[in-house]
């Protein structure tokens, strides 16, 4: 088993644009929901996301900070071994204007219409503490 390091990984998944967000629902069951990470691509540890406030995943998140991230894909050339990377980290909801503005790309105002002046957006920060990786040819675990 080879160790990749961050910088190593963050490379390859910048290809990796979508992830299941796994929370933990008021029932207690996990529940998953594909989100973009909208080309915010240079990983060091963090993921971002948005949505609504009044949506289901934030209350999980307020109740639960505890998440998981799931990532897949083809990131090699002509058809290399697919990526696969899971994170376990700890959501984070922000309500900051300034840094929607610094991880706000223009492909958002799709869901968001009036951009980071949407009433109800808040971004989701997800801080990784434990990250797993598998690649075909590698795999490993880098703790954040």
Not at 30 to 47: C, K, L, V, W
Request: no cysteine; hydrophobic share 45%.
């Amino acid at each position: 088993m080879a160790k990749m390091t961050l910088p190593e990984l963050a490379k390859k998944m910048a290809r990796l644009d979508f992830a299941m967000l796994a929370t933990q629902s008021a029932s207690g069951a996990m529940t998953a929901r594909p989100m973009s990470n909208n080309g915010d691509i240079d990983y060091d540890g963090d993921s971002y996301f948005f949505a609504y406030a009044q949506s289901r995943k934030v209350a999980e998140i307020q109740a639960q900070p505890l998440v998981t991230l799931s990532y897949t894909g083809a990131v090699g050339m002509l058809g290399g071994p697919p990526l696969f990377v899971a994170i376990e980290g700890r959501a984070a909801l922000i309500q900051d204007r300034a840094q929607f503005a610094a991880h706000w790309t223009k492909d958002l105002d799709h869901y968001f219409p009036d951009g980071i002046d949407t009433p109800g957006v808040v971004m989701i920060r997800v801080h990784a503490e434990r990250i797993r990786y598998w690649n075909g040819e590698d795999e490993g675990e880098i703790a954040a």
